[in-house]
T-cell receptor, first 116, second 112 residues
Framework: GAVVSQHPSRVICKSGTSVKIECRSL??????MFWYRQFPKQSLMLMAT?????????EQGVEKDKFLINHASLTLSTLTVTSAHPEDSSFYIC????????????FGEGSRLTVL | DAKTTQPNSMESNEEEPVHLPCNHS???????IHWYRQLPSQGPEYVIH???SNVNNRMASLAIAEDRKSSTLILHRATLRDAAVYYC?????????????FGKGTKLSVKP
């Protein structure tokens, strides 16, 4: 099946710094990628939809200036957590769908962010 | 978005079949039924999806009720590696965004 890869898988940073997480579709083109956040023992929460070549669409309550999303190519989307604080510590997961497909979503391995 | 209802948790014995139920009484005619599972500290993994007819693949079977208001994911022989949270999700056919809204899912425990 198609592969989505995230990097880094784990990151620890100091409060106030910015962290970038990459999401790559390794063997297919993805015009749309999705970013989710998951707190411990909770379900995934959709943060935003990343569209190649255009601005991301953010879910209600998600600060677009804090969570910067860039989808510069058909195989790469990045999420930058700016001025991170301890409450931003979470498991961030991206997903992508094969272009023109209405079938399955492929998820990355997730990136665990810990803000000290 | 149409919602789904799943039991919070289920237990199974290894090598026995497991039937994971999902209710979706407000499903629309064009909603696909998707199942994903998530192992601890990993991203979700696609299991199966269907629209009206029952579906089989190498991982599982999906049985869809005739009125489509419920479905059941069937793992034919549970293994310890099947212990995960299983999510039943409705997705509009070719939806404008194609995103999936996750509920709480069913946490499946498999006993040796």
């Amino acid at each position: 099946g198609a592969v989505v890869s995230q990097h880094p898988s784990r990151v620890i940073c100091k409060s106030g710094t910015s962290v970038k997480i990459e999401c790559r579709s390794l063997d297919f083109q993805a015009t749309t990628m999705f970013w989710y956040r998951q707190f411990p023992k909770q379900s995934l929460m959709l943060m935003a939809t990343s569209n190649e070549g255009s601005k991301a669409t953010y879910e209600q309550g998600v600060e677009k200036d804090k969570f910067l999303i860039n989808h510069a190519s058909l195989t790469l989307s990045t999420l930058t957590v700016t001025s991170a604080h301890p409450e931003d510590s979470s498991f961030y997961i991206c997903s992508a769908r094969v272009r023109y497909s209405t079938g399955e979503l492929f998820f990355g391995e997730g990136s665990r962010l810990t803000v000290l | 978005d149409a919602k789904t209802t799943q039991p919070n948790s289920m237990e199974s014995n290894e090598e026995e079949p497991v039937h994971l139920p999902c209710n979706h009484s407000t499903i629309s005619g064009t909603d696909y039924i998707h199942w994903y599972r998530q192992l601890p500290s990993q991203g979700p993994e696609y299991v199966i999806h269907g629209l009206t007819s029952n579906v089989n693949n190498r991982m599982a079977s999906l049985a869809i009720a005739e009125d489509r208001k419920s479905s059941t994911l069937i793992l034919h022989r549970a293994t310890l590696r099947d212990a995960a949270v299983y999510y039943c999700i409705l997705s509009p056919r070719g939806g404008s965004q194609g995103n999936l809204i996750f509920g709480k899912g069913t946490k499946l425990s498999v006993k040796p």
